[in-house]
C-alpha cells in the first residue's frame, strides 16, 4: 500500500492543507489587492514583513527549535519529550515579553523610522497580544509535529488561517479607506485572533493527547537554550536581512523614478501575486520540510548515516524533477495566470521571467530541512548572510538603474549561488551522489517534448490554448505524460530497495516512539 509509510501518509496529509491554504491566501490577496488596491498590498506586505521579523525575535523560531529537539529526545531511550517542550515555552514566554516590551516604549520610533509616521504607534501597541500567543503557539505546534501527530497540526493551521482571514476580509470590508495606519490595524487583529485560536486548539490537544514519560531528560534549560541559540541565530538573521531587504525595494524603485504610490503598487504585485504564484507547486515540499526535519535529526541522534544518506538522495531526485515541470508550466502560463490573479501584464512577465530559477527556490526548502535537521545551523547561516547580501547588493546597484526588472536579477543571484552551496556541502557531509546530468538535464528535456507533443495533439483536436478550462486540460495531459515516461524509465523510484527499508524502518521506529 502506498501510504504504509508514516512519513508518507504524514506528508500526503500536510500537502492536502498546505494546498488548502495556499489557495486560500492567494485568494486572499486578490480579493485585498481588488478591494484596496495594489498600492495597500505593497503596504500590507511591508508590515507583514516587520510583524514577521517581530515574531522571529520573539520566539526564535519555537518551531524549529522544539521540533528538532523534541525529535532528538524521542530518539533516545528514556527520554523525556515533555520536559523539553517545556523548556521551550520558558524561553519564548522570556522573549516574547522583552520583545513586547521593546515594541511598547519604542512604538513611536518605529512608527517614524520604519513606517511614514506616528499615527500607526497605538496599533502598533496591539503587538504583544499577538507576540505572546504566537511563541508558545509555535512551541506546542512544533511539539505536535516531532511526535508524528500530523493530523493535529494540519487541523491547527488551518483553524489559524482561516481565523485571521476571517478577520481580514471582514475588516476589509468595513474599512473606510486604505491608510497605512487602517492596513496595519488590519493586518495586527487578524494575526491576535488567528495566535489566539491557535493556542487554545493547541493547548487543547496537548491536555488531551499527551502522555507522561517516566524518564529522565537529557538536557537541562541552560543546555536547551545553548543548542536553541544557533537556530534562533540564523531565523533571527534571515528575518532582518529579508525585512532589510523588503524595506528597501520600495525606496529604490523611488529612486528610479517611480511615485510613492507606483512603488507600493509595484511591489504589492510582487508580494502578493508574483512570489505566492511561483511558490504556490511547492506546497508539497513544504508539507514535507517539516518531516524532514524530524527525520534527519532522529537519524544523526541515532549516528545512522545510511538513512541520512538514502534521504538526501532521494529527496534531492524527487525536487529537481518535479520543480523542473513547475517551472515549465509557469514559464508556458506565466502571463495568462499574472492576468488572472489580478496582476496584470507586469505580474505575468515577472512571474514567465523568474520561472526558471524555480528548481533552485524548490531546492533550498528540502536541503535547508536536511541541514536544519542535522544541527549544521552555523553554515546555514552563513550561507544565508551570503545569500542576502548578494540579493541587497543587486537591489541597492540595479534598481536606481534598471527599475523593477533589477528584482530579476537580484533572484537569479541569490537564490543559484546560496542553493548550490547547500547542495554541495550537504552531498559532501552526507557522501551522497551527485547526478545532475539525469536529475536535472534529462527532466528539462523531458518537459520539453512532452509539451511539444501534447501540444500537437491539442492543435490537432482544434483546442485552443487560452481559457481557463484549456490550460487546465493541457496542464494535466502534460504532467501525466511528463511523469508516466520519467517513472517509466526508472529515473527516479521513491520504493527502490534502499529507500523502503529507510522509510519502512523510520515508521517502525516512530510507531514505537510516538504519543
Known amino acids: 500500500m502506498i501510504f504504509r509509510s508514516k512519513i508518507l501518509r504524514d506528508t500526503f496529509l500536510l500537502t492536502l492543507m498546505q494546498l488548502f491554504l495556499d489557495m486560500v491566501a492567494l485568494l486572499l490577496n486578490v480579493f485585498i489587492t481588488r478591494q484596496l488596491g495594489t498600492s495597500a498590498m505593497g503596504i500590507l506586505s511591508l508590515i507583514g514583513s516587520f510583524l514577521g521579523l517581530a515574531g522571529i525575535l520573539s520566539n526564535g523560531n519555537a518551531f524549529l527549535c522544539t521540533s528538532r529537539l523534541v525529535s532528538e529526545e524521542l530518539g533516545r531511550k528514556n527520554g523525556d519529550p515533555n520536559k523539553i517542550l517545556t523548556y521551550g515555552i520558558r524561553l519564548c514566554i ?3 515579553f522583552i520583545v513586547s516590551a521593546a515594541v511598547v516604549i519604542f512604538a513611536e520610533t518605529i512608527s517614524l523610522r520604519f513606517f511614514s509616521g506616528a499615527h500607526l504607534t497605538a ?14 503557539s509555535a512551541c506546542l505546534k512544533g511539539y505536535f509535529n ?12 488551518i483553524a489559524e488561517f482561516l481565523t485571521k482571514c476571517a478577520v481580514i476580509v471582514f475588516m476589509t470590508f468595513i474599512s473606510g479607506a486604505s491608510t497605512e495606519d487602517q492596513v496595519c490595524r488590519i493586518m495586527i487583529w487578524g494575526i491576535i485572533a488567528g495566535n489566539g485560536i491557535s493556542l487554545i486548539f493547541f493547548g487543547g490537544a496537548y491536555v488531551k493527547l499527551h502522555e507522561r514519560r517516566q524518564g529522565r531528560c537529557s538536557l537541562s534549560f541552560r543546555q536547551y537554550t545553548a543548542f536553541s541559540m544557533p537556530i ?3 531565523s533571527v538573521l534571515t528575518a532582518v536581512l529579508s525585512s532589510t531587504n523588503d524595506a528597501l525595494i520600495p525606496i529604490c524603485l523611488r529612486q528610479f523614478g517611480d511615485s510613492a504610490g507606483d512603488a507600493f503598487s509595484k511591489f504589492g504585485v510582487f508580494e502578493a501575486i508574483v512570489i505566492p504564484t511561483l511558490f504556490f507547486p511547492s506546497v508539497v515540499l513544504c508539507s514535507m520540510s517539516g518531516i524532514i526535519v524530524s527525520e534527519a535529526a532522529r537519524a544523526k541522534a541515532a549516528s545512522n548515516k545510511a538513512r541520512i544518506k538514502a534521504l538526501t538522495e532521494k529527496l534531492s531526485s524527487w525536487t529537481l524533477m518535479f520543480s523542473v515541470f513547475a517551472a515549465a508550466v509557469l514559464m508556458r502560463f506565466g502571463g495568462r495566470i499574472g492576468e488572472l490573479l489580478g496582476g496584470g501584464e507586469l505580474a505575468g512577465k515577472m512571474i514567465t521571467v523568474i520561472a526558471p530559477v524555480v528548481p533552485f527556490i524548490y531546492m533550498e526548502i528540502v536541503l535547508e530541512a536536511l541541514i536544519k535537521g542535522m544541527g549544521m545551523q552555523s553554515f546555514s547561516s552563513m550561507n544565508y548572510l551570503i545569500e542576502y547580501i548578494i540579493r541587497i547588493a543587486a537591489v541597492l546597484v540595479l534598481i536606481p538603474r534598471i527599475g523593477f526588472y533589477g528584482i530579476v536579477i ?9 542553493n548550490c552551496a547547500r547542495f554541495i556541502r550537504i552531498t559532501s557531509i552526507t557522501g551522497a551522489e551527485r547526478k545532475l546530468c539525469g536529475t536535472f538535464l534529462f527532466p528539462v528535456i523531458l518537459a520539453a517534448v512532452t509539451m ?17 478550462f484549456s490550460i487546465t486540460v493541457f496542464t494535466l495531459l502534460w504532467g501525466a505524460a511528463y511523469f508516466a515516461i520519467f517513472c517509466s524509465l526508472g529515473k527516479v523510484r521513491l520504493f527502490d530497495k534502499t529507500a523502503e527499508e529507510v522509510f519502512v524502518d523510520t515508521a517502525q521506529r516512530m510507531d514505537k516512539s510516538v504519543l
Open 94 to 96: 522570556l522573549l516574547s
Open 410 to 418: 537580484s533572484y537569479y543571484a541569490s537564490n543559484i549561488f546560496g
Open 123 to 136: 496599533t502598533l501597541r496591539l503587538m504583544p497580544a499577538a507576540l505572546v500567543t504566537g511563541a508558545v
Open 232 to 234: 534562533m541565530g540564523g
Open 146 to 157: 516531532a511526535c508524528r501527530r500530523a493530523s493535529v497540526t494540519a487541523v491547527g493551521d
Open 452 to 468: 511539444w507533443a501534447v501540444g500537437i495533439c491539442l492543435d490537432i483536436c482544434k483546442i485552443a490554448v487560452n481559457s481557463v
